[in-house]
């Protein structure tokens, strides 16, 4: 992401842009992006971090913008279908940032799935274990992979991450 701070041509072209690392907003609007917002980081005192990511495009509403916000690229969703066999998992993201955003029922639910017969898919987070049983699967995806995996899931369940923000675009 060296360009964003001046070195070299963005990889692909932006409608728009929201940001929060400082001196990165003039850039991209001298790169000619259409829209562009900087907004700190944390959200003011008492204000959800939703409602203040939201704030800083809720006036874009009447743009002409897709319903779907991330499409996934057919190549990334082309591999997810050949590991899913055709199936659609309940996809499970137990990680959180931290223990209070952590709902502590998660592998219970895997378990109850599992022995439901229903596909699970554990996403863990960094050094999270897969829960012990066989028909429970664990994919390693990058980005791309995880907004495949969320086009073609049948539901997914999660903390409050950033997979599971993605997963909800």
């Given amino acids: 992401a060296l360009w964003l701070h001046g070195a070299g041509p963005p990889p ?10 400082p001196g990165v907003a003039d850039r991209l609007r001298n790169m000619a992006i259409p829209y562009v917002r900087e907004i700190s980081a944390r959200p003011p005192p008492q204000t959800h971090t ?4 939201w704030s800083a495009v ?3 509403a009447g743009q002409t913008w897709s319903d779907e916000l991330i499409h996934p690229d057919p190549d990334s969703l082309a591999r997810v279908d ?16 931290g223990d209070s955003k ?3 029922h998660m ?13 699970v898919i554990w996403m863990p987070g960094r050094d999270q274990p897969t829960p012990a049983p066989t028909t429970i699967a664990s994919l390693n995806l990058d980005l791309a992979g995880i907004v495949a995996l969320a086009h073609r899931c049948r539901c997914w369940i999660g903390n409050d991450t950033g997979t599971t923000h993605l997963a909800s675009a």
């Fill in 107 to 119: 592998e219970a639910l895997a378990h109850a799935l599992s022995e439901h017969s229903a596909p």
């Fill in 12 to 21: 692909q072209a932006f409608d728009a842009a929201v940001v929060v690392t």
């Fill in 102 to 104: 952590r709902w502590p």
């Fill in 58 to 60: 809720s006036d874009w």
């Fill in 82 to 97: 050949a590991r899913l066999h055709g199936m659609r998992p309940v996809v499970l993201a137990p990680d959180a940032a």
């Fill in 50 to 53: 939703a409602e203040h990511l």
